[in-house]
Structure formats: structure tokens, C-alpha cells
């Protein structure tokens, strides 16, 4: 096989666009341990995902959790999943759509705006050739995650340059940065909290859980620990909530070794205990509900805060569709779109210019 790929002739007439991809995760196809194996195989062998040598991971995930974990989360997954489909790809699907919209209106025909998942389908290879079949020159990566942790951000890059390798015509690429203390992604959390609030009611406590990742993570340099303290401290600090009146922890917590504390689960526990006369819990780390904030935190974290002795406990929706969290997406690309749009927009040759590359471009054809 070739090592890089035959690419269609280069064409000089069609106008070059840029192109906004937003990648989350990823998700199964369906509620099913059939549908959730593949997934999960995909996902736990990303070195960036699990540090474990090679051939020791191999022997475990093939041997217990591949045959255990399937099932156990298809029924999970089937507890939170709808009509559309799984929540994760539903609201991103949105996202990418309203993004569209928004950008698509301030630079008309310039950009193209679409989504992809890290794991599952629609794959970012599939995604970056087809916006290269778009003739998107150059592509804005955004990956779905606020705060940088290298089993996400780095993953999705990663996966990115791996498709590049083959690539024989690159687009050229940016990646945006973590943006876990935009000021704007801060607005649209505080938005969300306070119109919860208007509806339900303000609670004693705000819980802010965020996705764990392995403590050693943290040891070996990796940013995601401090940056879910910073997005926690400036969201605090936008409610107006002093430190008595709000608790940073870390959920999901996967295989045996020690993830960053405090665990929700203890923390959930614990607050259940004081009787509170409502506890509200927010994933701010996650941009679109999924499993892990609709199964583990509105149904089991619920569930466990009540058999504690809690009363109320709010649940309180991810940024999904929020108008102020799409302006976020809006100028998160926006800053990215700096430079290569000329006077607010795209490079346009004027046709003078592009009949002269066509016949330099002839001359080269005809006489090699
Ligand atoms: C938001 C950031 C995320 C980080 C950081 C993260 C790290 C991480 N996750 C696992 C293992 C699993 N995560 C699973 C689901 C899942 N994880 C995130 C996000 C982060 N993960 C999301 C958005 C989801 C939900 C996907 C959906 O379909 O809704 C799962 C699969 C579900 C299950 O079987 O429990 C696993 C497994 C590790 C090991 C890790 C860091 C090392
Ligand atoms: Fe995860
Ligand atoms: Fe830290």
C-alpha cells in the first residue's frame, strides 16, 4: 500500500475554505454489549487513555474487562439513552449545527463546520477527508474538552496527525487551546447555575464534579488537576459562592489504582450525611451530557445522596446548547480564525490570478 495517499488533481479555481471541526469523545452505536465492545476496545487502547505496558493491558482488557464491562455499561448506557440516540452525539450534533449557524452567518461561505468523535463513529479520519474533499486547505481543531488532560486534548490530537501522516496534500492545522478559564466558558457555566437556580431554587452546596483521570497523571505533569481547580475557584467566583459553599471532585474513577481526590462518590456521601436543604451538582468539565453525568451523576449520584439522608439533590444540565456556550464555541473560533481570514475573509484569488496558475499549471502538465 502506498504510503501516502493519491490525492484528486490540485484545483486551481475552487476557492479554499477552512474548516471547524469539533471532536468529542465518542459514544456506542447502541445501547448493547454488542454495540458498547468495539467501542470500548477502541477507547481502552489508546495508550493515551491507559499507560499500562502494551502486552500486560492486552492480557487484561481481553481477558476481564472486554468480557465483563460490555454488558454492565449497555444497561447503563440504555438508562440514559433516547430516541435520537446517545445523548453525547445528540447534543454535539447540536452544537456543530448551531456553530454552523452562528459562523455561517458572519462568514458566509467560507467555512465549513462539522463534528467528530475520538472513538466511534464519525471517525476524525473520515471527517478531515471529507472536509478536504470540501477543499477545507485549513482546519481548526476543537476538541470538546475545557480543561487539557492528555488522555482527551493530547488523544485528539494525536489522532489528528496520525491521519495527517498519510496525508499527501496537509491542510494546514490549528488546535485550540484548553479553554478552562475563558471568560466566556465561565459566563455560560454561571448562566446555566443561576438559571437553575430561578427555576428550583438556590441550594446550600454546589458540588462541581469533574471527570478523573489517574493521580499519577498529575505527578508526571499533567495540567488537567489544576485546571478543573481554576475552572471550579472562577466559576465560585462568578456565583458569588465563598470556599464553604462549593466542592471541586473527581468522578468515574476506572480500575484499581488511585484517581484524583476527592472522590464525588465519598463526597456525595458525606454531603447526603449533613442535611442539607438542597445540594446542587454540576459537570463542568463536560460540555454535552453523556453517560457520565446523566447515568452516574443525575441517577446514581441522586440515588446515593438520598440513601445517605439528603433530601433534594438538583442535577443541573452541561452547557449542551446553552446560546452563551455556542458564542463561547464562536470565539474560541474566532481567535483561531485570526490571520487567515484577509479583511474578514477568506482568501479569495481575484480571477485574473487564477487564470494565470491555470495556464503556468498547463505549461508544467504539457511539457513534463
Ligand atoms: C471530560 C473529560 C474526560 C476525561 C479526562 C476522561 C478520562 C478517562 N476516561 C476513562 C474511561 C472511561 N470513560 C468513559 C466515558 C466517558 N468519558 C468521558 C470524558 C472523559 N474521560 C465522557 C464524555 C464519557 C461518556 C461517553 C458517552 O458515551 O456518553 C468510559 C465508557 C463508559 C463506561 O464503560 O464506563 C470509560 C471506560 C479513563 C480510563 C480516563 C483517563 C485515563
Ligand atoms: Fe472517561
Ligand atoms: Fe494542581
Redesign the pocket.
Known sequence: MARYLTEPQFAHQNPAKIGVLLI?????EAPTAQA?RPY?RQ??SDPR??EIPKAIWWLILNGIILTV?PKK?AE??ASIWTKEG???KVWTIKQAKLLKGQLGEAFPGQLVVDYAMRYGSPSIESQISQLKTLNCQKIIIVPM?PQY?A??TASVNDEVYRVLQKTRFQPAIRTVAPYYDHPRYIAALAAQVRQHWQANGKGEHLLMSF?G??RYTLEKGDP?HCHALKTGRLLAEALDLNPTQYTVSFQ?R??KAEWLKPYTSQVIQQLGQKQLSQLDVICP??VAD???TLEEIAIEGRHDYLQAGGKNYQFIPCLNDHAEWISTLEELVRTELTGWLTNGKAEKRNIDELNQSLNRCKTINTTN
Do not use: D, I, M, Q
Request: with cysteine.
Open positions: 468529542n469523545l465518542g459514544t456506542p458498547v470500548l477507547f481502552l487513555v491507559v464491562r455499561s447503563k448506557y446517545s445523548p453525547l474538552y488532560a488522555s482527551t471527570h483521570v489517574p488537567y468515574s476506572f480500575g468539565g463536560f453523556c453517560l457520565e
